[in-house]
């Protein structure tokens, strides 16, 4: 430790940089991501050449035009390079991010808390998606870095959370916790962050209005036509309100319920936080904040019917850590210290476990689908047979409605979805084989019928 801190502070950075980039790829790459990459299901067209026409639909109802122009060349990715590539940017926003907060032989240890966090981990299954949003992430992430002046920070921000709600609205949270840590030492505490919440409002309209400008000139309507599959009730009526706040409140307590342990844990560094002066203003300034975004979310709502998703919350996985790694920078006493150093040992344990059983698990799908495929294939070399793919979504979540994209990217084989027609027939048979001849067609099916 000792000498550790006789290091010079570019060679503590360096260190802590490549200890904290082995580990991170020793993790990852000990789940096969980056030999054999795992998509979500409506990621994988993406790396085929109609990515650009099959955006347009997820454009116009959710306004990432930004994310458009990247359609146009990311089928020419493998989807290894996707992951990656959003790895990458994703973990080089992280690097910037711990380093304006610590700078101790604890940097490894508090880096790691912050990438695993299982809230990317879900995101990063759309991985190919997720590049430019990670993107705006990364050059916001260092301009903050870099600026000193409050005006031009405010600026970067503002145009950093206008970005990410045209390509991934959950980055704009995040870019205003980084905001609001500028500020926890201010003379004008309130004034500074009620400027920092005006501007994410400000970010939110300019965003809303380029979003249905430009779908006024694509599809001649100007507003966002919400996708159904996202189940939109205007807010428009008092009943209308109600049934929003019901169905808000519903969803709070089933992520409650799910992500029990990070609010646990969160909780408890707000609590120590607020017991130790050292940490009382940064952790009322995280609250606020936290708060605020909550607000944002409960508003989306009660206006929309829209749901935020649980993996478009890191915002709540960053606070805790946010209060124990200033905690750990500051002069606490040494129970909270002790207290915050546990805080990170325990989200840095629970994200990196979680990272490495979902995608080892993950793995096991794929070659159960490559087997699949491979059965196929054999059914389909001795004839000019044509394939065809009966998916039911949400009966297996492991064979989605991105079979069809992973076996031509991975395997070369051409499937096609049934038709109405083929479907009902498919229907009818029963059996519980996967892969199977009808007639001369070459039919997968997921789930098959039960007997």
């Given amino acids: 430790m000792h000498s550790f801190e006789k290091l010079s502070l570019s060679n503590r950075i360096i260190f802590n940089v490549l200890v904290a980039s082995f580990l991170t790829y020793s993790i990852i790459n000990s789940t096969g991501q980056f030999q054999n990459a795992y998509h979500g299901k409506d990621d994988w067209f993406l790396h085929t050449p109609q990515a650009s026409t099959i955006y347009i639909y997820f454009a116009l109802s959710e306004g990432r035009w930004l994310n458009y122009p990247w359609t146009l060349v990311s089928y020419h990715l493998t989807p290894e390079l996707s992951y990656a590539s959003f790895t990458i940017l994703y973990g080089l926003a992280i690097l910037i991010l711990t380093a304006q907060l610590i700078e101790t032989l604890i940097f490894p240890l508090v880096y790691i808390a912050f990438f695993f966090s299982p809230f990317i981990l879900i995101q990063s299954q759309w991985s190919a998606s997720q590049i430019p949003a990670m993107g705006v992430f990364l050059v916001t992430a260092f301009a903050l870095y870099r600026i000193s002046s409050p005006v031009g920070a405010a600026v970067v921000a503002t145009l950093g959370q206008t970005a990410s709600f045209l390509t991934y609205p959950a980055v704009a949270p995040v870019i205003l ?219 297996v979540p492991e064979l989605d409605s991105g079979f069809i994209d992973y076996a031509y990217l991975k395997h070369g084989m051409l499937i096609k979805p049934c038709s109405p027609e083929q479907c009902k027939e498919i229907d009818a048979i029963q059996s519980t084989e996967m892969v199977f001849l009808l007639g001369d067609t070459v039919v997968f099916r997921f789930p098959p019928t039960k007997n």
């Avoid at 309507?221 to 008092?238: C, D, M, Q, V």
């Fill in 177 to 395: 916790l980084l905001e609001v840590l500028r500020v926890t030492d201010s003379s004008k505490l309130a004034l500074n962050l009620i400027i920092r919440f005006v501007c994410f409002a400000i970010a939110l309209l300019l965003a809303m209005l380029v979003m249905s400008g430009i779908n006024f000139f694509v599809d001649g309507y100007f507003g966002l036509k919400i996708a159904e599959w996202r189940h939109p009730n205007i807010g428009t009526s008092l009943t209308a309100i109600a049934e929003n706040a019901t169905r808000f409140l519903d969803d709070f307590s089933n992520s409650a319920n799910s992500w029990l342990h990070v609010l646990i844990l969160g909780g408890m560094a707000f609590a120590i936080g607020l017991l130790d002066h050292a940490t009382r203003r940064p952790t009322i300034v995280v609250i606020a904040s936290v708060v605020y975004i909550f607000s944002y979310e409960f508003a989306l709502c009660l206006a929309s019917g829209t749901l935020v998703p649980d993996r478009a919350r890191y915002w709540l996985w960053l606070p805790p850590l946010f209060i124990s790694a200033i905690g750990l920078t500051r002069e606490v006493t040494r129970w909270a210290r002790y207290a915050f150093s546990a805080t990170i040992l325990a989200f840095a344990a629970i994200g990196a476990l979680t990272w490495t059983n979902l995608y080892s698990n993950v793995q096991r799908i794929l070659k159960y689908e490559d087997a699949l495929i491979l059965r196929g294939k054999q059914l389909q070399s001795d004839f000019s047979r044509e394939a065809i793919y009966l998916g039911k979504l949400g009966g």
